[in-house]
C-alpha cells in the first residue's frame, strides 16, 4: 500500500478540530507569508432576509452544545460544526450575499458553530458579515451563542512573536472580531521545533485577550504530548475521523482522555461519500453514478481506497443504509452519529456548501438520533473488515506530513 503523499493530499487539507449543532489547501504565501498582508475588504450588505429560527427545549439545546475546556479556558460550541472548506474554491461559484444569507439559515436552526481558515478563500470575510448581521439583525442573546473558530496554516519559517502576532492579526480583521473564539494551529514539518514557539506566542495573544480558546488541527499523538507538557493549554485537536478512519480511537483517544483534551472531526461523512447518493454506484463503469468532481470526494475516495476497496465501501454502505432506515433518518446522519459516540469526540464538522445547497434538516435530525448496541456493533464490524488506517497511513495528520 503507498502512502498517501503531501502531494496528493496537501491541496485538500481541510484543516482537519469539535461537534454539537472540512483541509488546509496548500499555504497561499500571497495571503500569509508576510506580516504585513493586508487584510482582504469587506462589503458591507444591507439586504435583510430573516429566516426560520429553530425553537428547542433546554434538555435539545443540552444535546446540541458541548464545552471544551482547558484550566480557566473554556468555550462553549454547538457538536455538529459547520464547515466551510467549501468556500475556497472547486465546488461552485460563491455569491456573498447568498452564502451570508445560508450562515444566517444555518445559525436559525440551531447550527451556531462555523468552522473556517486563513486559507479557506474568503471564509474568513464572509464570517465578518455574517457576524455583523448577526450583530444588527439579532437579540444579544444569540450573539451570545455564535462561536466561529479559525485555523491558522503557516509555512514552517521563524516563529517569531511579530510574525506570530501580525498573522493572527488579519483573521481578527477579516473576521472582524476583537478576540477569536478558537484559534486551531497547524504545523507541517515536526522536523522543525518551531511550532513550540508559535504556540507559545499564541498562548501570549491568549492572555491578551485576542483569542479565547487555544486548540490544534492535524497534530499526532506524540506532538499533542509533548505540547501540553510544555503548558500549552490546549482544549482540542481537530482530527480526521470516520466510520472507516478509526486512527483517532487507537492512540489518541486515550491521551485525551488523561489530559481532557477533545477532538473535533473532520471527513466524518467523507466529502458526501458516506450518503445514499453513492450507494449501488459502480464507479468503473463511465457515466454510470455521481462523478467525483470535487476536492472533497477526490480526497476521501483515496481514503477508501487506502481502507479497503469500492465493493467493501458498497457493503460499508448498505449496513448504514439498514440502520438508517430503521431510525427514519440519512446515511450521513448515522455516519455522524456514530462517531459523536466516540471516546473524547466533542463535536463533528460537516461541511456547507453555503448558498448553494443545505442539509439543514438531515443535520438536525442527528440530534435526536440514538443508535442503539446492534446499531454500533454492526456498523463496527464492516468497519474493522477494512485495513488499519494507522499502520497503512500513520497516526492522526500523518497523512500531510509522509512522502
Request: glycine fraction near 8%.
Given at each position: 500500500?503507498?502512502?498517501?503523499?503531501?502531494?496528493?493530499?496537501?491541496?485538500?487539507?481541510?484543516?482537519?478540530?469539535?461537534?454539537?449543532?472540512?483541509?488546509?489547501?496548500?499555504?497561499?504565501?500571497?495571503?500569509?507569508?508576510?506580516?504585513?498582508?493586508?487584510?482582504?475588504?469587506?462589503?458591507?450588505?444591507?439586504?435583510?432576509?430573516?429566516?426560520?429560527?429553530?425553537?428547542?427545549?433546554?434538555?435539545?439545546?443540552?444535546?446540541?452544545?458541548?464545552?471544551?475546556?482547558?484550566?480557566?479556558?473554556?468555550?462553549?460550541?454547538?457538536?455538529?460544526?459547520?464547515?466551510?472548506?467549501?468556500?475556497?474554491?472547486?465546488?461552485?461559484?460563491?455569491?456573498?450575499?447568498?452564502?451570508?444569507?445560508?450562515?444566517?439559515?444555518?445559525?436559525?436552526?440551531?447550527?451556531?458553530?462555523?468552522?473556517?481558515?486563513?486559507?479557506?478563500?474568503?471564509?474568513?470575510?464572509?464570517?465578518?458579515?455574517?457576524?455583523?448581521?448577526?450583530?444588527?439583525?439579532?437579540?444579544?442573546?444569540?450573539?451570545?451563542?455564535?462561536?466561529?473558530?479559525?485555523?491558522?496554516?503557516?509555512?514552517?519559517?521563524?516563529?517569531?512573536?511579530?510574525?506570530?502576532?501580525?498573522?493572527?492579526?488579519?483573521?481578527?480583521?477579516?473576521?472582524?472580531?476583537?478576540?477569536?473564539?478558537?484559534?486551531?494551529?497547524?504545523?507541517?514539518d515536526y522536523s522543525n521545533p518551531g511550532y513550540l514557539d508559535a504556540l507559545k506566542h499564541l498562548t501570549d495573544l491568549k492572555e491578551e485577550g485576542k483569542i479565547k480558546t487555544l486548540a490544534l488541527t492535524n497534530f499526532d499523538t506524540e506532538r499533542l504530548h509533548i505540547i501540553l507538557e510544555n503548558g500549552i493549554p490546549i482544549v482540542s485537536n481537530q482530527v480526521q475521523h470516520s466510520v472507516i478512519d478509526m486512527r483517532p480511537q487507537q492512540k489518541m483517544a486515550e491521551l485525551c482522555r488523561r489530559t481532557g483534551v477533545q477532538l473535533i472531526t473532520y471527513g466524518t461523512v467523507m466529502g458526501g461519500l458516506l450518503s445514499e447518493k453513492f450507494l449501488d454506484v459502480n464507479l468503473s463503469i463511465p457515466f454510470a453514478g455521481?462523478?467525483?468532481?470535487?476536492?472533497?470526494?477526490?480526497?476521501?475516495?483515496?481514503?477508501?481506497?487506502?481502507?479497503?476497496?469500492?465493493?467493501?465501501?458498497?457493503?460499508?454502505?448498505?449496513?448504514?443504509?439498514?440502520?438508517?432506515?430503521?431510525?427514519?433518518?440519512?446515511?450521513?446522519?448515522?455516519?455522524?452519529?456514530?462517531?459523536?459516540?466516540?471516546?473524547?469526540?466533542?463535536?463533528?464538522?460537516?461541511?456547507?456548501?453555503?448558498?448553494?445547497?443545505?442539509?439543514?434538516?438531515?443535520?438536525?435530525?442527528?440530534?435526536?438520533?440514538?443508535?442503539?448496541?446492534?446499531?454500533?456493533?454492526?456498523?463496527?464490524?464492516?468497519?474493522?473488515?477494512?485495513?488499519?488506517?494507522?499502520?497503512?497511513?500513520?497516526?492522526?495528520?500523518?497523512?500531510?506530513?509522509?512522502?
Amino acid at each position: 500500500m503507498t502512502y498517501l503523499s503531501p502531494a496528493s493530499l496537501c491541496s485538500s487539507f481541510a484543516g482537519p478540530a469539535m461537534f454539537t449543532c472540512s483541509n488546509p489547501g496548500p499555504f497561499f504565501s500571497g495571503n500569509r507569508a508576510s506580516s504585513s498582508s493586508p487584510a482582504t475588504g469587506r462589503r458591507r450588505i444591507h439586504r435583510v432576509l430573516r429566516s426560520v429560527r429553530c425553537v428547542t427545549t433546554t434538555e435539545e439545546k443540552n444535546a446540541r452544545v458541548t464545552t471544551v475546556k482547558n484550566g480557566s479556558d473554556s468555550l462553549v460550541i454547538c457538536r455538529i460544526l459547520n464547515g466551510m472548506w467549501q468556500t475556497s474554491g472547486g465546488w461552485g461559484r460563491i455569491d456573498r450575499i447568498a452564502a451570508v444569507e445560508a450562515m444566517l439559515s444555518y445559525a436559525d436552526a440551531g447550527l451556531k458553530t462555523f468552522d473556517m481558515a486563513d486559507h479557506y478563500g474568503p471564509a474568513e470575510d464572509l464570517y465578518g458579515i455574517f457576524i455583523n448581521r448577526v450583530r444588527r439583525e439579532r437579540p444579544p442573546e444569540f450573539l451570545e451563542e455564535i462561536k466561529g473558530l479559525t485555523k491558522w496554516v503557516p509555512p514552517p519559517v521563524k516563529m517569531t512573536n511579530n510574525y506570530v502576532r501580525d498573522n493572527i492579526n488579519i483573521s481578527r480583521k477579516r473576521m472582524d472580531v476583537s478576540s477569536l473564539d478558537m484559534l486551531q494551529f497547524h504545523w507541517w514539518d515536526y522536523s522543525n521545533p518551531g511550532y513550540l514557539d508559535a504556540l507559545k506566542h499564541l498562548t501570549d495573544l491568549k492572555e491578551e485577550g485576542k483569542i479565547k480558546t487555544l486548540a490544534l488541527t492535524n497534530f499526532d499523538t506524540e506532538r499533542l504530548h509533548i505540547i501540553l507538557e510544555n503548558g500549552i493549554p490546549i482544549v482540542s485537536n481537530q482530527v480526521q475521523h470516520s466510520v472507516i478512519d478509526m486512527r483517532p480511537q487507537q492512540k489518541m483517544a486515550e491521551l485525551c482522555r488523561r489530559t481532557g483534551v477533545q477532538l473535533i472531526t473532520y471527513g466524518t461523512v467523507m466529502g458526501g461519500l458516506l450518503s445514499e447518493k453513492f450507494l449501488d454506484v459502480n464507479l468503473s463503469i463511465p457515466f454510470a453514478g455521481p462523478s467525483l468532481n470535487t476536492p472533497s470526494l477526490q480526497k476521501y475516495k483515496r481514503m477508501v481506497d487506502a481502507w479497503g476497496d469500492w465493493s467493501l465501501f458498497q457493503v460499508l454502505l448498505q449496513t448504514l443504509k439498514t440502520v438508517a432506515s430503521k431510525h427514519g433518518v440519512s446515511i450521513p446522519s448515522v455516519a455522524v452519529r456514530y462517531v459523536l459516540s466516540q471516546a473524547s469526540v466533542a463535536g463533528s464538522m460537516i461541511g456547507v456548501r453555503l448558498g448553494l445547497s443545505d442539509h439543514i434538516n438531515d443535520t438536525n435530525a442527528i440530534f435526536s438520533l440514538d443508535l442503539d448496541e446492534e446499531d454500533m456493533n454492526s456498523i463496527t464490524e464492516v468497519s474493522m473488515k477494512g485495513r488499519d488506517l494507522l499502520k497503512v497511513i500513520g497516526d492522526c495528520g500523518d497523512e500531510y506530513r509522509r512522502a
